[in-house]
């Protein structure tokens, strides 16, 4: 056991990642009911800091720490969108999105930021010197990274795989005055490198402090999306949960906060989770397909998903059982599928990123083969904004993407300014 306010990130017996423990003895003190209550009461505070979503569960999330060293932005109690239309579509009554994108910094990333950064300003609070933050990034990591560092006064370095992140995601972390490396490789040659020099318990005044998700820390600040899902259902559970995944920690960190709740005995059975992958970046897939006999590592191919464009997952060994505890399953879209399901989405109403059009193609797919029942209550996360993926969206309605048939596509008209004109344009359009 270690404290959480120590500098290590792997167990130096067996190497795996460590894992917050939390004293549920302690927490049963309260019951169920007192649960739902405290954290219904606190939706919407004004008392720092449990407006927010993620500090609004303070207890089940980083109890220890003092409430002036919280660094959040009020992240989370996102909406949860009842995508009626499209379910309709589809053929799926019960079809909610949980928009995590709309966000501080456009992706569900910051649940897990904030609660990093706080501990990293408690630290620096008890004296433990740390330099920096740092993490390696398909994006949205980053962005969350510098802009909590940023608001906190702690200096952010960033590693890139160059050419492979949005412009959009590029500019945030440039934006926060974060140190932004591009690296010539992929993201996984990013995370090796952070690796090397981000070492376990080396803290000195110039040490770089690990923010990526192997960092057991982060973990428990997405851990809860699940929670909150449940809590926008008044404590009912979902039969189906849907989740795009490249490194593997949030769909580990949606299984814990359920996981939670159920030892807490506020759910009485976990809801079946559905992991997501692009056919170009899927070694979780094809470790599924071999019953997770072994883990399987691949060099991931560029996809439109590019956030979870990530061939050798950090963790792997806990997601594996976040699937198989819930009776779950892993599926993978090609890029024309994530593409389709995206602009179908985005014309009901939605603004998704590949991501999110990532997870919906597998819900399309899985109801297809009834494997998900078309009366079954389904929940799509949404990870990212899609103002984040502003070139996917032009190349999909420009038609220029690769591999996608843009058949949704809606370009603008261009025409001269002659009313006569517009009108005859308008009703052609409309009839
Ligand atoms: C990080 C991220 C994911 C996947 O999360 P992992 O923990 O890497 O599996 C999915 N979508 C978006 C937009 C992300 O930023």
Not at 25 to 39: G, M, V
Not at 384 to 405: Q, R
């Amino acid at each position: 056991m270690y404290s959480i306010y120590e500098v290590i990130y792997t167990c130096p017996n067996c190497g795996g990642l460590l894992e917050v423990q939390h004293d549920t003895e302690a927490l049963r003190t309260r019951s169920a009911d007192e649960w739902k209550k405290l954290f219904d009461d606190r939706v919407g505070s004004t008392e720092w800091p449990y407006g927010s979503g993620v500090w609004g569960k303070k207890e089940w999330i980083m109890p220890t720490i003092a409430d002036d060293n919280v660094v959040s932005m009020y992240e989370g109690n996102s909406n949860l969108f009842w995508a009626e239309r499209l379910g309709r579509q589809i053929g799926l009554s019960d079809l909610w999105v949980k928009l995590c994108g709309n966000s501080h910094t456009g992706s569900f990333k910051d649940l897990g930021m904030t609660v990093l950064i706080s501990v990293v300003k408690q630290m620096q609070a008890d004296g433990v010197p740390v330099g920096a933050v740092g993490c390696a990034s398909t994006g949205d990591t980053s962005a969350a990274l510098a802009a909590y560092a940023a608001a906190a006064g702690i200096p952010a370095v960033i590693f890139l795989p160059e050419g492979r992140v949005s412009p959009a995601q590029l500019i945030q972390p440039i934006a926060n005055g974060a140190f932004v490396l591009a690296l010539d490789t992929d993201f996984d040659g990013c995370m090796r490198v952070i690796r090397e020099i981000t070492q376990d318990s080396d803290s000195d005044d110039s040490s770089i402090y690990l923010a990526n998700s192997m960092n057991s820390l982060r973990i428990e600040g997405q851990k809860t999306i699940g929670i909150e899902i449940v809590q926008q259902f008044d404590w009912e559970i979902p039969d189906w949960i849907v989740i795009p995944v490249g490194n593997l920690g949030n769909i580990s960190a949606l299984y814990k906060g359920l996981k939670l709740m159920l030892d807490l005995g506020i759910i009485s059975r976990l809801p079946r989770l559905v992991a997501a992958q692009a056919a170009k970046a899927n070694p979780f897939y094809l470790s599924y397909l071999n019953g997770f006999s072994e883990k399987v590592s691949v060099e991931a191919e560029t996809t439109l998903a590019s956030a979870i464009q990530i061939g050798d997952p950090v963790s792997y060994d806990k997601a594996v059982q976040a699937i198989q505890e819930t009776d779950g399953i892993v599926e993978q879209v090609e890029e024309h599928e994530m593409a389709a399901a995206a602009a179908m989405a985005d014309a009901t109403g939605m603004y998704t990123c590949p991501h999110t059009g990532t997870a919906l193609a597998a819900l399309f797919k899985l109801l297809q083969r009834k494997v998900i029942g078309s009366n079954e209550r389904v929940i799509v996360i949404s990870t990212a904004h899609g103002l984040k993926f502003t070139p996917f969206k032009v190349g999909y309605h420009e038609g220029t993407l690769t591999e996608v048939e843009s058949d949704l596509a809606n370009p603008p008209v261009y025409l001269p300014a002659d009313a006569d004109i517009v009108r005859d344009a308008i009703q052609r359009r409309l009839s």
